[in-house]
C-alpha cells in the first residue's frame, strides 16, 4: 500500500525494513478491524475460492488479527495462522483461538508438508515474490495449494496522483504476480482481478484507514504540505454519494506444487 512521501527502494511495496513494518502493524494491532474494511472485503472475496474437500494441515501467512483466519473454521488438519507482528500474532489469537497462532516472516515458513498455504492483504509488501513463493513450495505437499489475495496494480490511483513526486510507491500487475508463481514451479490453476471503489467522508478519513491498519508507517510529509495534498484530494476525488472515493484492484490466485 501506498506510503505518505517515501521514495520506493527497488521493485516492490517493501520499501522500509521489515523492523519498521512490524512496528507499525504491531501499532495498528488494538484498532486493526475497526479500519480494516478494504481488508476484509477481500478476505470475503477470497474465501469464496476455498477448497470444497479439506485435508491435510493449513498455513495462513500474514493473518493479521485472523479476518480471513476466521474463514477456514473447521479445517480438518488443523489451522497454523501466522504474522510477522506478535502484536497481531496476539490479537489474532484472542479473536479465532481456535487456531494454532506463530510469529513468522512470509520468506521462512514453519516446516510442512502443508496440504494449502493462504495468504490475504499481505503479499503487496513482499520485495521478492520468487523468493518467497520459492519457500512456500518448497513446503507444500506434492499436489497443495497456494491460494491467496492481494492488492495489485491500478491501487490508490487517486492518492498517487495527488502526492506525484512525493513517491507514490510501484506495484506489480497481475501478469507479474502470475509470472512469480511460475518461475517458481507453482502452476496457476485460476486467477482473477477486480476493480473495487470504497467510499470515504474525506480524504483524511481515508488516510486515516490507511494508518488505522498500519499501511502508512511512514511520515514525512511536513503538516502544511499534507493539508495541501488532503484538500486537494477532497476537492478532485468527490463521490457521486458525497465524501470521496478510493480505488482497489483486487487480485486472487490459486496455483499448485504438481505432483
Excluded at 518467497?132 to 497456494?146: D, E, H, K, S, Y
Aim: overall charge positive.
Amino acid at each position: 500500500m501506498d506510503q505518505m512521501g517515501e521514495k520506493p527502494a527497488g521493485r516492490g511495496n517493501l520499501s522500509m525494513p521489515l523492523a519498521g513494518l512490524e512496528k507499525s502493524f504491531a501499532k495498528a494491532a488494538p484498532h486493526y478491524a475497526r479500519y480494516a474494511r478494504v481488508q476484509t472485503a477481500l478476505a470475503d472475496w477470497l474465501a469464496e475460492w476455498l477448497p470444497r474437500e479439506r485435508a491435510g494441515r493449513a498455513l495462513e501467512v500474514g493473518a493479521g488479527p485472523g479476518g480471513f483466519t476466521a474463514h477456514l473454521a473447521g479445517w480438518p488438519g488443523g489451522v497454523t495462522a501466522t504474522d510477522l507482528s506478535t502484536a497481531m500474532v496476539a490479537a489474532g489469537r484472542a479473536s479465532v483461538p481456535w487456531a494454532d497462532w506463530r510469529t513468522m516472516a512470509a520468506e521462512r515458513p514453519l516446516p510442512g508438508p502443508w496440504a494449502a498455504i493462504f495468504s490475504c492483504a499481505m503479499l503487496q509488501w513482499v520485495a521478492e515474490p520468487e523468493q518467497v513463493f520459492a519457500a512456500w513450495r518448497a513446503q507444500l505437499a506434492p499436489g497443495g495449494r497456494v491460494v491467496g489475495a492481494l492488492f495489485a496494480d491500478g491501487s490508490l490511483p487517486e492518492w498517487r496522483e495527488i502526492a506525484q513526486d512525493d513517491g507514490s510507491l510501484p506495484w506489480r500487475t497481475p501478469g507479474e504476480w502470475r509470472a512469480a508463481l511460475a518461475q517458481t514451479g507453482l502452476r496457476v490453476v485460476r486467477d482473477e482481478a477486480v476493480t473495487r471503489v470504497f467510499p470515504h467522508p474525506t480524504a483524511r478519513d481515508f488516510l486515516r484507514s490507511l494508518h488505522g491498519v498500519g499501511a502508512a508507517p511512514v511520515r514525512r510529509l511536513a503538516p502544511g504540505a499534507l493539508r495541501g495534498k488532503l484538500r486537494r484530494y477532497d476537492a478532485r476525488f468527490a463521490a457521486p454519494g458525497g465524501g470521496v472515493r478510493a480505488t482497489w484492484v483486487f487480485y486472487r490466485f490459486e496455483a499448485e506444487r504438481p505432483g
